[in-house]
């Protein structure tokens, strides 16, 4: 016998557990008190995050489950070492469970926080390995192409897709502001390295960084929807 | 050394702050400067949204299935590490002794690391014991709360019903009959009080019986460990005919089912009655169990098609084993 449950915004496609035994009680393989469950696939981001502070667990186990693949894929993208990546999804979330009280809701979207702290970890992990040792992308060239190889899949699928939708913005800009928001984001480079590599006044790099970043926000602004509820 | 309060110096710093794109010393500056600047701080949200775009720009990768349940271990590492640091209690109960408790709160085991549920308490332990838990566990303040917030509604749905039936009988016989819709309010209001009223002298009956030797200690059992999980509370009498289920916060079963109760003893597992909540997750349900309601190891309830099973269906909403 098997269900299918609409969980947190996600998707739960599994089995229902097995039936109970009296020799066998295992509430592991119980479908979890679902009714519970249920009533969060109604509850916004900034509502889970409510719960959390009040410490309810099932409320994180929510929002991992709408953004654990994109915190868990930028991270991976970033550091190329899937044990790593696993490692910062991890503390991203334990820090979601423990510092949740400091999300201000007036102060910006609860995904531009969560990103926010799950690519600053990331940039952490980044530096700490290539302390002291020559980056890994020293050709910028490299570097830069190596982000343009993802763009736009032919998939149809994926073509409306978010990370379709924001490549494309990325696309749209100038390439000089692409190429500063890129290095920055995905390399780990700061705005100093960035100027030297690119042999470009540090004024001029800030200059673009910010540009692109406003371009990139106006562009984005009403296609991104909300995951879905 | 640039001063933190000089605007012009730091703002052009703040799309580097949300790209993480600043060394430590740029990156303190900036830290600075925001906190005694507005415009900067609504700056730097437009460009943090802007860069928080950048995080749908990679191809999903799925994290691994156990992903998930390592980050669960250690919230409640974190939970069990917050509960052990020593509470101080105070509750404060009308009409009865108010303990004032200082006590080491044991360790809750995880619901899912745990593959028989802690829900209640061994027979040997004291009965003041027995009674500290129910008046100072998390179902114990719920019950009390619930017993209070009953009796606030009853005392003003009581004003209302007295004021209304007071302006009635200073009315003409014309007039009452045009009042008619009035009348209805006051039925509305006495039937509405009534309910609650049976609610409050179940909980008061379940807050006595749990206090005397006669019936069995509580147990527990529960959906969950976060605080608004449905919770249910079982004493059964010492002639073993009768137990009593009482839960709260569990949601309304979903349309076309009921809840039941189900017992679980040594090899066999019994069907309790059916049940319903109310719209605040309530009940109270006599279970009628013909003579072995004290040698039950564990209990469930499940949702059921209306009318019952004679097998537990797969949809467990609240578990707990006798341990």
Redesign the interface.
Known sequence: ?SATVSLCGGHYDGP????????Q????T???????R??YIEFTDEALLA?IV????????CL??RY???????S??MLSD?GA??EV??DV??NV??RAASYKPG???F??WL??I???RT?DELRKRTRGKQRAAENVDDFLNLQSA?ILPADAAVANS??A???R??LNLPDAQRAV?EM???G?????E?AIKLDQPL?TV??R??L??????VA?ASK?RAPEL | MIDPQNHEAISPDLAGYSLDALDEEARELVEQHLAGCEDCTSELEELMEGAANLAFAVPSVSPPAGLQDRIIAAIDADLISSEKRPLSIEISRPAMSTPEISLAAPARIPWYANTRLAWGVSSGIAAAFIALIVFAGVAGTRLNDRVDNLTAQVATQDSEIVAFTASLGTMEEDAKLASSAEALQVSVLQESTDTIEQQLNDLRWLQYVTSVGSWSTPSFFSGGLQPQAPQGVLITHSSGDQALLMVNGLAPAPAGSVYQVWLTYEGRMVAGNTFSVDQDGYAVVNLDLSGDATEYIGASVTVEPVGGSTHPSDFVVLIGSDQ
Request: hydrophobic share 40%.
């Open positions: 016998m229902v557990a097995a039936r109970i035994r009296p020799e009680v295992a509430p592991r119980y479908p979890l008190h679902e009714v519970a249920l009533e719960q009040e410490q309810d667990r099932l409320a994180l186990e991992y489950q654990s693949t994109r915190v868990f894929s930028l991976y993208r899937q990546s696993e999804t991890q979330f334990l469970w423990r102060r910006g979207k995904t531009t990103f926010g799950a690519h600053h940039i993802d978010e990370y939708t924001v490549r913005a990325l928001i920055s984001y995905f780990g480079f700061t705005q100093a960035i004024g800030k200059t960084m910010r692109g970043l406003k371009k990139l926000r984005l991104l």
